[in-house]
T-cell receptor, first 109, second 113 residues
Framework: GQQVMQIPQYQHVQEGEDFTTYCNSS?????IQWYKQRPGGHPVFLIQ?????EVKKQKRLTFQFGEAKKNSSLHITATQTTDVGTYFC?????????FGAGTRLTVKP | ETGVTQSPTHLIKTRGQQVTLRCSSQ?????VSWYQQALGQGPQFIFQ???????GRGNFPPRFSGLQFPNYSSELNVNALELDDSALYLC????????????FGPGTRLTVL
């Protein structure tokens, strides 16, 4: 069945540094979503990517969907302490939605 | 906030017991999905309900069952609890089964002793 792998598992950065998390699916996806979960909170929807090669930006966050629609990345420029949390990708295909294990980001002020 | 509510927030049960968790969807949403999130892991899809019918199921045993009511609120029932069932249980609503965006509730933290 479909598997979604996410790396790295953890990332610790100094405030102001950049951060990137990568998501890879074993199968071609119809779309991919990204969520952020703060410590003790629940996943909050960030964005959905649908088209091959799609790039979307939200302020300091840049999301990419690979040409083969099997991988994706989330890049944060100049991290802030408010970026702390776990970032999950969720791949969707044929009514099957699989979350990656997440990348936990910590930011040192 | 998403407008999705869950109850209770925390629950402690013993092995072999049964539990019912509840979810109230965001207004206007007729589709609800349930997820199990173990500590340090991503949410794992349990099942989805659309207009009171099961509309997809993940790799969970039959002792995990659900209901959706006419007002689109939902229940997750787990029988014969096992220690490994300890997790955060999340429900997520969406306007319809074809909309992939999930609006998550705060979750119920279940501990099985």
């Amino acid at each position: 069945g479909q598997q979604v792998m996410q790396i790295p598992q953890y990332q610790h950065v100094q405030e102001g540094e950049d951060f990137t998390t990568y998501c890879n699916s074993s199968t071609t996806l119809s779309n991919i979503q990204w969520y952020k979960q703060r410590p003790g909170g629940h996943p909050v929807f960030l964005i959905q990517l649908v088209k091959s090669g799609e790039v979307k930006k939200q302020k300091r966050l840049t999301f990419q969907f690979g040409e083969a629609k099997k991988n994706s990345s989330l890049h944060i420029t100049a991290t802030q302490t408010t970026d702390v949390g776990t970032y999950f990708c969720a791949g969707h295909n044929n009514n099957d939605m699989r979350f990656g294990a997440g990348t936990r980001l910590t930011v040192k002020p | 906030e998403t407008g999705v509510t869950q109850s209770p927030t925390h629950l402690i049960k013993t092995r072999g017991q049964q539990v019912t968790l509840r979810c109230s969807s965001q207004s206007g949403h007729n589709t609800v999905s349930w997820y199990q999130q173990a500590l340090g892991q991503g949410p794992q899809f349990i099942f989805q309900y659309y207009r009171e019918e099961e509309n997809g199921r993940g790799n969970f045993p039959p002792r995990f069952s659900g209901l959706q009511f006419p007002n689109y609120s939902s229940e997750l029932n787990v029988n014969a609890l096992e220690l490994d069932d300890s997790a955060l249980y999340l429900c997520a609503s969406s306007p319809d089964p074809n909309t992939d965006t999930q609006y998550f509730g705060p979750g119920t933290r279940l501990t099985v002793l």
